[in-house]
C-alpha cells in the first residue's frame, strides 16, 4: 500500500517517513502543499497524511482541492491544536481521521490501519484474491491454497501489485516506481531477481501458474488460459 505524507518539517516527515517503510508501506514525502496536491492527484495513494499547517497553501486548501477533484482518497491529518473547530473544520472537508501532535507513532501506525481496513470507499475488500492465491492486506499474510507463504516487505509489495492489476502486463518501469520507489534503470537486475523469488514461493509446487513473464514487455499474474 502507498502512503503520500505532506509534512514541512524535516524531522518529523523523514521519521514517518522511515517508520511507515519499516511497517512495510511505499511512501512518498512532500514537503509544502502545492507538490503535495499535485502528488495527491497524480499518484494512487492508499492514504494521504496531511499536515495542517503547511506553509503557503496549507493543509485546508490542499484537502479541499483534493476532494473538489473528486478524490476520495483517505486523509489523516495532523494538527499542533487540540481545539474543536480545527477538528470539526478538517472532518466537514472531507478527511477521515485526525492526531494532535505530538503523537507517537505507534498511534499513528494504528490510525492509518485502521483507516486503511475501512478502505477507500469504506466497502472495499482488504482481502485480494486470485484462484486459490490469497494476499490480506491488513494483517499483511500471503497464502496459496490455505497454505501460509512468508515473504519479504518488497515480495510482498510486489505481489499486491500484481494482484491488484490481475490481467495486466506491467511493465518493469512500473514496477520500479512502485514497489521500490526508484526510477527505472535497465542496468539492474533487481525486479528479475525479485519476481523470480517471488514465483518460487507462489507457484513452486502448484500445476497452475500464476505469475508469468511477457517477453520484453514485463510480467503479468493472472490464471493461464489453459484451452
Ligand atoms: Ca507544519
Not at 489523516?76 to 492526531?99: I, M, P, S
Not at 500471503?142 to 499486491?160: D, H, N, P, Q, W
Request: overall charge negative; cysteine-free.
Amino acid at each position: 500500500m502507498k502512503i503520500l505524507i505532506i509534512e514541512d518539517e524535516p524531522k518529523t516527515g523523514d521519521y514517518l517517513r522511515q517508520g511507515l517503510r519499516e511497517a512495510g508501506f511505499v511512501v512518498d514525502l512532500m514537503s509544502n502543499g502545492e507538490d503535495g496536491l499535485h502528488h495527491a492527484l497524480e499518484g494512487e495513494h492508499d492514504l494521504v497524511i496531511l499536515d495542517v499547517m503547511l506553509p503557503g497553501m496549507d493543509g485546508w486548501q490542499v484537502l479541499r482541492n483534493l476532494r473538489s477533484h473528486g478524490r476520495l482518497t483517505p486523509v489523516l491529518f495532523l494538527t499542533a491544536r487540540d481545539q474543536v473547530e480545527d477538528r470539526v473544520k478538517g472532518l466537514e472537508l472531507g478527511a477521515d481521521d485526525y492526531l494532535v501532535k505530538p503523537f507517537s507513532f505507534a498511534e499513528l501506525l494504528a490510525r492509518a490501519r485502521t483507516i486503511l481496513r475501512r478502505g477507500r470507499s469504506g466497502v472495499e475488500s482488504t482481502t485480494l484474491q486470485v484462484a486459490d492465491l490469497e494476499l490480506d492486506l491488513l494483517r499483511r499474510r500471503a497464502s496459496r491454497a490455505g497454505k501460509r507463504i512468508a515473504l519479504t516487505a518488497k515480495e510482498f509489495g510486489l505481489l499486491e501489485l500484481l494482484m491488484r492489476r490481475q490481467g495486466e502486463v506491467l511493465p518493469r518501469s512500473l514496477i520500479a516506481s512502485q514497489v521500490w520507489d526508484m526510477n527505472f534503470d535497465s542496468d539492474t537486475n533487481v525486479i528479475e531477481v525479485a519476481v523470480r523469488r517471488l514465483r518460487a514461493k507462489v507457484d513452486d509446487g502448484f500445476d497452475v501458474k500464476l505469475i508469468q513473464t511477457v517477453r520484453g514487455m514485463g510480467y503479468v499474474l493472472e490464471v493461464p488460459d489453459t484451452r
